[in-house]
Protein backbone atom coordinates (compact mmCIF):
# COMPACT_ATOMS: atom_id res chain seq x y z
CA UNK A 1 0.00 0.00 0.00
CA UNK A 2 1.36 3.28 -0.67
CA UNK A 3 1.38 5.82 1.83
CA UNK A 4 2.76 9.58 1.20
CA UNK A 5 3.52 11.72 4.40
CA UNK A 6 3.35 15.16 3.69
CA UNK A 7 5.19 18.34 6.49
CA UNK A 8 6.57 21.51 6.38
CA UNK A 9 3.62 23.59 6.23
CA UNK A 10 3.10 26.28 8.61
CA UNK A 11 2.27 29.94 9.47
CA UNK A 12 4.25 32.47 7.27
CA UNK A 13 4.34 36.04 6.72
CA UNK A 14 4.00 37.76 3.03
CA UNK A 15 6.51 37.24 1.15
CA UNK A 16 8.26 34.72 2.82
CA UNK A 17 8.84 31.06 1.89
CA UNK A 18 8.21 27.58 2.79
CA UNK A 19 8.97 24.27 1.67
CA UNK A 20 6.89 21.05 1.69
CA UNK A 21 8.29 17.63 1.69
CA UNK A 22 6.40 14.84 0.89
CA UNK A 23 7.74 11.25 1.52
CA UNK A 24 6.36 8.59 -0.61
CA UNK A 25 6.73 4.70 0.90
CA UNK A 26 6.98 1.85 -1.57
CA UNK A 27 8.62 0.94 -4.48
CA UNK A 28 6.60 3.68 -6.94
CA UNK A 29 8.52 6.94 -6.62
CA UNK A 30 9.10 8.17 -9.42
CA UNK A 31 7.18 5.50 -11.68
CA UNK A 32 4.77 7.64 -11.80
CA UNK A 33 4.00 11.66 -11.87
CA UNK A 34 4.01 12.99 -8.49
CA UNK A 35 1.55 15.95 -8.14
CA UNK A 36 0.92 18.69 -5.59
CA UNK A 37 -2.50 20.11 -5.08
CA UNK A 38 -4.19 22.57 -2.64
CA UNK A 39 -7.75 23.42 -1.23
CA UNK A 40 -9.16 25.61 0.67
CA UNK A 41 -12.70 24.71 2.42
CA UNK A 42 -15.44 25.87 0.43
CA UNK A 43 -13.56 25.78 -2.88
CA UNK A 44 -12.54 23.77 -5.42
CA UNK A 45 -9.28 21.81 -5.24
CA UNK A 46 -6.84 23.28 -7.32
CA UNK A 47 -3.24 21.88 -8.94
CA UNK A 48 -0.50 23.87 -8.30
CA UNK A 49 2.77 21.44 -9.96
CA UNK A 50 3.13 18.18 -11.38
CA UNK A 51 6.73 16.60 -11.78
CA UNK A 52 6.27 13.56 -14.32
CA UNK A 53 8.44 10.49 -14.15
CA UNK A 54 10.73 11.82 -16.96
CA UNK A 55 11.42 14.57 -14.78
CA UNK A 56 9.40 17.56 -16.51
CA UNK A 57 7.87 20.06 -14.08
CA UNK A 58 4.58 22.18 -15.09
CA UNK A 59 2.88 24.84 -12.96
CA UNK A 60 -0.27 26.21 -12.32
CA UNK A 61 -0.01 30.01 -13.97
CA UNK A 62 -0.91 31.69 -10.47
CA UNK A 63 2.34 30.08 -8.84
CA UNK A 64 4.94 29.97 -11.99
CA UNK A 65 7.72 31.20 -11.12
CA UNK A 66 7.20 31.15 -7.28
CA UNK A 67 6.93 27.76 -6.85
CA UNK A 68 9.31 25.03 -7.77
CA UNK A 69 8.65 20.93 -7.95
CA UNK A 70 11.56 18.57 -7.45
CA UNK A 71 12.69 15.11 -6.12
CA UNK A 72 15.11 13.18 -4.36
CA UNK A 73 15.16 9.48 -5.35
CA UNK A 74 17.23 8.42 -2.95
CA UNK A 75 15.04 9.57 -0.50
CA UNK A 76 11.57 8.49 -2.24
CA UNK A 77 10.64 12.59 -1.22
CA UNK A 78 8.94 15.02 -3.57
CA UNK A 79 9.32 18.84 -2.19
CA UNK A 80 7.45 22.01 -3.38
CA UNK A 81 9.58 24.93 -2.70
CA UNK A 82 7.25 28.07 -2.45
CA UNK A 83 8.43 31.77 -2.37
CA UNK A 84 7.50 35.33 -2.21
CA UNK A 85 4.29 33.91 -0.66
CA UNK A 86 0.88 35.50 -0.32
CA UNK A 87 -2.34 35.14 1.49
CA UNK A 88 -3.69 33.98 -1.25
CA UNK A 89 -1.83 31.04 -1.28
CA UNK A 90 -3.13 29.71 2.39
CA UNK A 91 -4.58 26.40 1.68
CA UNK A 92 -3.90 22.95 2.81
CA UNK A 93 -1.61 21.36 0.20
CA UNK A 94 -1.57 17.79 -0.68
CA UNK A 95 0.63 15.61 -2.60
CA UNK A 96 -0.51 12.72 -4.86
CA UNK A 97 0.68 10.11 -6.56
CA UNK A 98 -1.48 8.24 -8.73
CA UNK A 99 -5.28 7.56 -6.75
CA UNK A 100 -3.01 8.22 -3.69
CA UNK A 101 -3.40 11.28 -1.49
CA UNK A 102 -1.41 12.36 1.30
CA UNK A 103 -2.93 13.92 4.73
CA UNK A 104 -2.31 17.47 4.29
CA UNK A 105 -0.20 20.19 5.38
CA UNK A 106 -1.63 23.81 6.27
CA UNK A 107 -0.03 26.83 4.91
CA UNK A 108 -1.11 29.89 6.27
CA UNK A 109 0.12 33.53 4.92
CA UNK A 110 -0.74 36.11 6.89
CA UNK A 111 -0.88 39.96 6.10
Known amino acids: QVQLRESGGGLVQVGGSLRLSCVVS????????MIWYRQVPGKERELVATLTSGGTESYADIVKGRFTISGDNAKSTVYLQMDNLSPEDTAVYYC?????WGQGTQVTVSP
Open 26 to 33: GPIFRRYG
Open 96 to 100: VVGSD
